[in-house]
């Protein structure tokens, strides 16, 4: 049972934008850093965003992150074909010394 | 670059264990530690723990306490993740990454070991 709630799905159009938001608690989101992952299909999860909005070397700034409060949001513009994935939040939680993840959100190219 | 590579796929029977490993290079090994995650068929993701491989100080989520151990073999930078009195509901693909603890994201991660547990 995952601590942190995503949305199980967002859609969009080539070209514009979709947020997925993040819902947590203060023993987790409200007072840690949170990151992002992109899952491809069949392949391992990926690092996008760390430390609530930061970017790993070689990942565009099509890709953002924010915090705030208990909540956190990752914000995809420019969305191509190439963008359709799962996507998990992910952050420490201190209450429960483990590392959480969110529970999903599988991104559709319409 | 920093590269954790798994071993391969196994089968096993409900009670049995499995043993995976993920050897890393690209960096010094000792200086990080390792996280285990696992993903059920269309399912999320799970962390199972995390070791410092540099003293193997060792982190278990609750849930699979008793069950899992983790090590490393700093002479060969890899970490291994024993799974003890499997069950169907283990089966997964199971993931190493490096970090995964406090204020260190899991990243990178191994490319994923299947592990199906089947009578």
């Known amino acids: 049972q995952s601590v942190l709630t995503q949305p199980p799905s967002v859609s969009a159009a080539p070209g514009q934008k979709v947020t997925i938001s993040c819902s947590g608690s203060?023993?987790?989101?409200?007072?840690?850093?949170v990151s992002w992952y992109q899952q491809l299909p069949g392949t391992a999860p990926k690092l996008l965003i760390y430390d609530n909005n930061k970017r790993p070397s070689g990942i565009p700034d099509r890709f953002s992150g924010s915090k705030s409060g208990t909540s956190a949001t990752l914000g995809i513009t420019g969305l191509q074909t190439g963008d359709e994935a799962d996507y998990y939040c992910g952050t420490w939680d201190s209450s429960l010394s483990a590392w959480v993840f969110g529970t999903g959100t599988k991104v559709t190219v319409l | 670059q920093v590269q954790l590579v798994q071993s391969g796929a196994e089968v096993k029977k409900p009670g049995a264990s499995v043993k995976v490993s993920c050897k890393a290079s690209?960096?010094?090994?000792?200086?990080?530690?390792i996280s285990w995650v696992r993903q059920a068929p269309g399912q999320g993701l799970e962390w199972m723990g995390w070791?410092?491989?540099?003293?193997?100080?060792?982190n278990y989520a609750q849930k699979l306490q008793g069950r899992v151990t983790m090590t490393t073999d700093t002479s060969t930078s890899t970490a291994y993740m024993e799974l003890r009195s499997l069950r169907s509901d283990d089966t997964a693909v199971y993931y190493c990454?490096?970090?995964?603890?406090?204020?260190?994201?899991?990243?990178?991660w191994g490319q994923g070991t299947l592990v199906t547990v089947s009578s």
């Open positions: 203060s023993s987790n989101i409200g007072n840690n850093y």
């Open positions: 990454a490096r970090e995964g603890i406090s204020l260190h994201p899991p990243d990178p």
């Open positions: 690209g960096y010094t090994f000792t200086s990080y530690g």
């Open positions: 070791i410092s491989a540099y003293n193997g100080n060792t």
